[in-house]
């Protein structure tokens, strides 16, 4: 378990790294490669839920233990955290199962196209995935935001 004056530390190495995993999508995006551009993107995403789960150990020192051990191996659950925090900035937005299962099943997915935005790949019925292919674009610059 992280020491509780180790907190901060950690709060501010996973803000610098959100910070810079986003900026290397950026370069990687701006030189073409959409594919990794786009996992970096996950990624980030991934470590700001990181992030969240260390921010709310140290405002609620004996809470979150189980969430603390799965926020460093869990990926989905860093992809869900995320996604709930960022649905959370909208103030009508829904509350309920529908949502819930919603966000479970994206972050899912973007587990899923993490590994594809990465490694070469093949489906039986979809073919080669290809990292490198410009078919990548459009949903990297969604999730690195700069289109």
């Known amino acids: 378990m992280i020491p509780s004056q180790q907190l901060l530390e950690g709060i501010r190495l996973c803000t610098n790294n959100v910070e810079q995993l986003l900026k290397d999508a950026s370069m990687l995006f701006e030189a073409g490669s959409y594919g990794h551009a786009q996992a970096l993107a996950i990624l980030a995403m991934e470590e700001y839920a990181k992030k969240i789960v260390l921010v709310a150990r140290k ?49 899912s997915r973007l587990s899923s196209l993490k590994q594809v935005s990465l490694y070469v790949d093949y489906d039986k019925d979809l073919g080669w995935f290809d990292p490198n292919k410009r078919d990548y674009k459009n949903v990297a610059a969604i999730q690195i935001r700069l289109e």
């Open 59 to 107: 405002t609620h020192p004996h809470r979150f233990e189980e969430e603390m051990k799965r926020a460093f191996w869990d990926h989905n659950l860093k992809l869900q955290l995320a996604l709930d925090r960022l649905i959370r900035e909208f103030p009508d937005a829904p509350a309920d199962e529908q949502v819930a299962s919603a966000i479970v099943d994206l972050a």
